[in-house]
């Protein structure tokens, strides 16, 4: 019988917290100069990122909407881009977003994002305010670290990302992460077997007493970030990584239409590689950069992690009113 | 035999991992940033007791397990098996070694937990106490100490006792220390 079901699957005192944080997070915004915005959680055109799976619905009428494929957004930040492109304004939301097949303690198919964009911000003015803003909603921790992806790779693994040999790089993740086969092989790229090499023998060891800061991520894990204009091996795209915990995800974007189509497409080919559903690149994101952006800055946090270190919790559901099971 | 997804997983799930069967005792759903994702499990190796960490991806599958934990009462034995029957009355015998050290606590009409893989037992846990019975007084003096003595039990085992305990007695005993805990009274039926 299920008789507790029905019930949320966060207590009381959760919940209050939760509410106290989300009135600081509007004071933090409003103090800052931020408007809030709210962009759609439905949309025609998807994220093209081979490893995000988005779930998809139907739209029942034709009036201009093509309703052979809508999707729940993974992220609002194509639409907040388009905001941008449009009003100038530096913007941030509460965003619900959705990714089928991501459930743990650390992830729930829907989950809240805060984004926050601003222009005429370089990344490491951005860096500077995020850190601002985690040290308000955590109350004061010992100074913040910051460290190149290249410098962290150093000290922690002894290679250089940025210059290491795939054959180096592959033994490395064998010999240290006896992973099988199947899981580390030749056939992955570069940048996949760096990301096991940072996820498992990495993040576990940074961002202990306080958030660390890793910058300059390799230009090829660029997503949607400019490339650096003196080092173009390098990308001013940033994590934050907290108590083993993937906190947020900002960087100075790229705001050149023919650089972001060319890095759609590449993505394609990779889906198409893998046999992966077939998602057209966002072509009004694309005319919203031809149109013409400042250059401006932007950040992903995860807002219900944060939650869970402020509130001391371990899974995720300790602080959702209803986790996936439940809803 | 079922199929499991990785991102299915969850503690206590019996999976199949290189033709044995395994328990997850933790499971750990992975995925960085915009990465690939991966499962993270520790797993207790059925046969042996020990313990692993595996990774697996979060596309991968395996087998699960045909184990079951359930209650079986020994009946008798013969030169090379143990002959044991369920609640349902079925006959199941398992190989003598199979059940190695445990074997000493097997008296008749007992009930045992067993965990069977594929219909066969696989560990055999007695029950915490016993009441058994002593079968041979051999007033073995324990050096200089003439508060206890040694006895053997009607299993055959050897163990420390009071001395006030007689042949015949039924004692408790605890099977995982292999210690007298208390006398049992004789009820009067």
Known sequence: ?327 | MPIYSSNNFRVGLKIIVKEEPYAIEENEFVKPGKGQAFVRVKLRRLLTGTRVEKTFRSTDSVKIADVVETTLVYLYCDDRFFYFINKSFDQLSTDKFLIGNCAKWLVSQENYSVTLWEGKIISLTPPKFMHLKISNNSEIENGLQTKNKLVILSNGVTIKVPLFLREGEVIKVDTKSEKYVSRVKAKIR
């Open chain 1, 1 to 327: 019988m299920n008789e507790k079901k029905w019930q949320p699957n966060i207590n009381i005192q959760n919940l209050l917290k939760r509410s106290a944080l989300l009135k600081k997070v509007r004071v933090f915004f409003e103090n800052h100069g931020y408007l809030e915005v709210e962009t759609p959680y439905i949309t025609m055109n998807t994220t093209t990122d081979p490893y995000l799976v988005p779930f998809r619905t139907n739209f029942s009428y034709d009036e201009g909407v093509n309703n052979s494929s809508l999707y729940l957004i993974t992220s609002p930040e194509f639409h907040m881009k388009r905001l941008i492109a449009a009003i100038k304004l530096p913007i941030f939301q509460i965003s619900h977003s959705f990714r089928d097949q991501e459930k743990g303690n650390l992830h729930n198919p829907e989950f809240t994002l805060l984004e926050w964009y601003r222009p005429n911000f370089s990344m490491k003015d951005l860096i500077s305010e995020v850190e601002k803003f985690l040290r308000y909603m955590l109350s004061t921790f010992e100074p913040t670290e910051k460290v190149t992806y290249q410098d962290v790779f150093k000290k922690h693994l002894n290679i250089d990302p940025l210059t290491e040999k795939k054959e180096n790089i592959y033994g490395l993740c064998k010999k240290r992460l006896g992973l099988d086969n199947a899981i580390v092989n030749m056939k992955q790229s570069i940048n996949e077997l760096l990301e096991i090499l940072f996820t498992f023998l990495i993040m576990p060891k940074i961002g202990e007493k306080s958030p660390i800061i890793v910058y300059h991520f390799p230009a090829s894990m660029a997503q949607l970030a400019a490339i650096n204009s003196q080092n173009s091996q390098v990308a001013e795209r940033f994590e934050v990584y907290y108590k083993g915990i993937e906190l947020a995800n900002g960087c100075k974007e790229l705001t050149c239409k023919k650089e972001q189509k060319k890095r759609f497409l590449k993505d394609i080919k990779i889906r198409m590689s893998r046999n992966l559903p077939y998602h057209p690149m966002d072509t009004r994101l694309l005319d919203a950069l031809e149109n013409g952006l400042p250059d401006f800055s932007g950040v992903a946090v995860g807002l219900d992690r944060l939650i869970m270190i402020a509130l001391n919790a371990k899974h995720i559901k300790e602080i959702m009113t209803f986790s996936i099971e439940r809803a």
